[in-house]
């Protein structure tokens, strides 16, 4: 305060108080939130504070409950609902496919081939799996980027880049992606694993459809997941998902090369785990200083040498045979190769087909000259998954209800069979027993 009177000590604590009271007036509080709920009896809470109760055992702002509280919210407050009833996007489209557990790396792979048009999000609720996906679809020559909780911040940040740089881009991600990206042109959604609750589903599937955009989710159901699924379709008022379409006349050939990734997968992760606990003992023992001898027998370095050259020629063998058939654009069974058609073939492969087209003319011969081609070639667009699904797919009703009563049927057969197993096993030891009490 400069000025050093009494008067005006007294003028200007007058004058903040009557600022302070205006200011009280004209104070609004506003409490937004997009994803915490508010319970029904909200105003009823506030009314008789029983908010306040509960501020002790609540820690950080987890409920929108709290938040108001916290924030200064009287009982007469004004409450603007905007959720949709509807949860999901509306112009999303859903769809699932039945499928094995084993089975689902095919199904994946037959999508981002047959199907791989626009920007795809593939969705799983481990790390394992991520990465077990991540590395065959690799080796099938499908690049991809990843997205996990245990990458670092800047690796993140690079995969979202290269992901939104690249118009047909494939992000193999766990549910850390649910939330918080808005990647323009996301066209397919795929959980290959189910997320342990709607509001996670809600989340992934909102990666794609959004700003009124359309967009296509599939889901990967296993018999395990049958249950899961259900529950779903019953959080969303739903009475059934469509079936996506398949052609399984491509399945023979997705299996073949699904084999050969799996074998080529199986040797590489042998390697890089015999490497990498080598490489963890070696610096630990550098690290306290200790020397490290090998008291491994001649025979035992010749049978290592054996067992790791035996495996890099038979690696060398699967990835040449693979190659070959990555070579050729997957084809239907019943496809055939006097006449070669672009008929279910994807960018991703049409530009083989295009090759196989084009004439390999010498130097300074022009395409005039060699009149007769071996191969003709009539392109078609690829049908991505929300136009498959809009033009062939069928709903499939889920009763709850159902699912459930089959799945409490199976527990119990299979407990039966238990018990038959149990007491045809005591049977058998009770007659052993009569027969060695006999021959004594």
């Not at 023992?285 to 008291?295: D, G, K, P, Q, T």
């Not at 119990?412 to 058998?428: G, H, P, S, V």
Request: hydrophobic share 35%.
């Amino acid at each position: 305060m400069t000025n050093g009177s009494i008067e005006g000590q007294s003028q200007q604590t007058q004058n903040c108080v009557t600022v302070s009271s205006l200011q009280r007036k004209k104070r609004q509080t506003l409490v937004f939130s997009a994803t915490l709920a508010l319970s029904a009896d909200f105003r009823k809470k506030l009314k008789h504070g029983a908010l306040k109760s509960k501020q002790s055992t609540t820690d950080g702002l987890n409920s929108i409950e709290t938040l108001s509280e916290r924030a200064g919210m009287k009982a007469n407050v004004a409450i603007v609902d905007l959720t949709n009833a509807l949860v999901l996007a509306k112009k999303l489209e859903e769809s699932f496919i039945d499928c094995k557990e084993e089975d689902k790396d095919a199904y994946l792979y037959y999508i981002l081939s047959v199907h791989g048009q626009g920007r795809t999000i593939v969705f799983c609720t481990s790390i394992a799996a991520l990465r077990h996906i991540s590395s065959l679809l690799r080796i099938l020559g499908i690049n991809v980027w990843t997205l996990h909780a245990q990458m670092q911040q800047r690796a993140r940040l690079k995969a979202i880049d290269r992901f939104r740089a690249n118009e047909h881009g494939i992000l193999v991600a766990t549910d850390v992606a649910a939330r918080g990206l808005d990647i323009p042109d996301v066209r397919t959604v795929v959980h290959y694993q189910l997320p342990h609750s709607a509001e996670v589903y809600v989340h992934r599937s909102g990666r794609t459809a959004r700003a009124s955009a359309d967009g296509c989710s599939i889901a990967l159901i296993s018999p395990s997941d049958t249950s899961k699924f259900a529950s779903l379709c019953k959080s969303f008022s739903k009475e059934g998902f469509q079936r996506f379409p398949l052609e399984n006349s491509y399945m023979s050939e997705v299996m073949k090369r699904l084999s050969l990734a799996r074998q080529i997968d199986k040797i590489l992760r042998k390697d890089s785990l015999e490497k990498a606990n080598k490489n963890w003992f070696e610096r630990n023992a550098e690290a306290v200083e200790l020397i490290v001898e090998n008291y491994d027998s001649e025979e035992e370095r010749v049978k290592n040498h054996k067992q790791k050259k035996s495996s890099s020629i038979q690696l060398k063998k699967l990835q040449q045979e693979l190659n070959l058939m990555l070579s050729r654009p997957l084809q239907p069974k019943t496809f055939s190769r006097n006449y070669l058609a672009g008929a279910g073939v994807s960018p991703l492969l049409q530009h083989q087909l295009e090759a196989l087209g084009r004439p390999n003319l010498p130097d300074g011969e022009t395409s005039g000259d060699n009149k007769r081609r071996k191969v003709m070639i009539i392109g078609q667009d690829c049908v991505e998954p929300l136009q498959a699904l809009r033009s062939a797919g069928h709903e499939v009703r889920f009763d709850v209800k159902e699912v459930a009563g089959k799945r409490r049927n199976l527990e119990i057969l299979k407990r039966k069979r238990k018990e038959e197993k149990k007491r045809m096993r005591d049977q058998r030891r009770n007659q052993k027993k009569k027969q060695k009490g006999l021959i004594e």
